[in-house]
């Protein structure tokens, strides 16, 4: 392999990485707060993607009860992105109050919780393919580019090094996504209440913190990254189907393990490794790659690459 080829690789599995960062981070945020996994998250992704699509004014397929059917607008790509993602979070608020807070009320045990997260994973993504069919959507280029040129050469005109446009957006739109979230949880008065609440959920409330909105922030908040990962993924390989995010959900989790649960730079550090690794194997193993990896990994440090070693005290 020559030094452009492995840029070139190296580029790509940095942008596929991001993505299954911001999209671990979706788990994360949940898991911080809840010690649960939201099984659900896979769909929101698939949906944001979804959103994003119909907010640009695109028509439907032949299949579905929206067959041919498209919106009144024709949103710009970012705009549509933003508030496709909005809108995934306000779905991932109406999953909270329907699923995890009557089950949180009743003190349910966590594995209740999980089991009826997957089972809203499932419903669905069988309402999308009741409405739009199990056909495949991809984004105008034209119009997500905006006169940007397809590729960009990042290197010289003697020694070529050529990268789609669509990778380069992928990964500033990631870089400014992380950097955000990271501001808001370590800057804000409403992240600082989110450190809280994830630290202790009863001393929280004693302290005067509304432990129930904030938990429902942070649904809306991994909702709304979830979406816009979705998107980012449908830029990259198209939407695939109603089921495109259940394979991304599968190496979420792969994500959350390897970075360390509940870590968010151990998720972006898992989606990193993951991504890379993925690019650089042989095609036919590029789905199991992740999870040899998390194998591997978790022999030698079962808390993750980022996670502490929980201390039971007896």
């Known amino acids: 392999m020559n030094t452009t080829l492995f840029l070139q690789q190296m580029i790509n599995g940095v942008s596929l990485g991001m993505v299954y960062a911001i999209f671990a981070l979706g788990y994360t945020l949940v898991f911080s707060i809840l010690g649960i996994i939201n099984f659900a998250h896979s769909a929101v992704f698939t949906i944001g993607a979804y959103f994003t699509y119909a907010l640009m004014g695109l028509a439907w397929g032949f299949n579905g009860l929206l067959a041919q059917q ?9 705009a549509a992105l933003l508030l496709g993602g909005v809108l995934a979070g306000l779905l991932a608020v109406a999953l909270e109050r329907l699923a995890f807070k009557p089950l949180r009320e009743r003190s349910a045990d966590p594995l209740l919780t ?3 997260s997957l089972g809203l994973a499932v419903a669905l993504v069988n309402i999308i393919q009741f409405l739009v069919g199990a056909e495949a959507y991809s984004y105008p280029s034209q119009r997500v580019l905006s006169g940007l040129p397809p590729s960009i050469n990042l290197a010289t005109a003697e020694a070529p090094l050529i990268i789609p446009t669509v990778r380069v957006i992928i990964i500033i739109a990631s870089l ?7 501001l808001l949880i370590n800057a804000t008065k409403v992240g600082k209440a989110m450190r809280a609440v994830a630290e202790d959920t009863t001393t929280a409330s004693l302290l005067g913190i509304n432990t129930d909105r904030i938990i429902l922030f942070t649904f809306f908040l991994s909702g709304l990254v979830g979406g816009i990962a979705g998107t980012l993924v449908g830029l990259s390989v198209t939407i695939t189907g109603p089921y495109f995010g259940i394979s991304f959900g599968l190496k979420g989790l792969a994500v959350i393990v390897l970075g360390g649960l509940g870590n968010i730079p151990g998720a972006v550090v898992g989606g990193l490794v993951i991504g ?5 194997a042989p095609s036919s193993l590029k789905d199991a790659v992740a999870f040899v990896i998390l194998f591997l990994i978790l022999l030698a440090r079962p808390q993750g690459l980022l996670g502490k070693a929980i201390i039971q005290k007896v």
């Open 70 to 78: 498209k919106l009144p607008l024709e949103l710009p790509f970012v």
């Open 114 to 116: 999980l089991v009826s």
């Open 176 to 182: 400014v996504i992380l950097a955000l979230l990271v």
């Open 276 to 280: 890379i690794a993925e690019t650089f």
